[in-house]
C-alpha cells in the first residue's frame, strides 16, 4: 500500500497530518516540494527528496507538476 504525504498544518498546530490531492513541483534551485490540503480546507506544503517524490508520484499518491 502506497504511504500518504504527511505535513505540517500551521493553521491547527498538528504534526504528520495526510495530504490529500498533493501535487508535487521542482523549486528554482532543484528541491521537490508537494503543495495540497488537509481535507478540511487548510492548504499545506512540505520538502521532499528527490527519491520520496518520485516514489509518491510512482505509487500515484501524488501528482506531476512540472
Known sequence: MAKPITAYCMKT??????MQDA?????SRGGYMAQGHDGKGNKMTTM???ENANQAIKDGVAK???
Open 13 to 18: 498546530k498538528q504534526k504528520n497530518v495526510p
Open 23 to 27: 501535487v508535487i513541483t521542482k523549486t
Open 64 to 66: 506531476k507538476g512540472w
Open 48 to 50: 521532499l527528496s528527490e
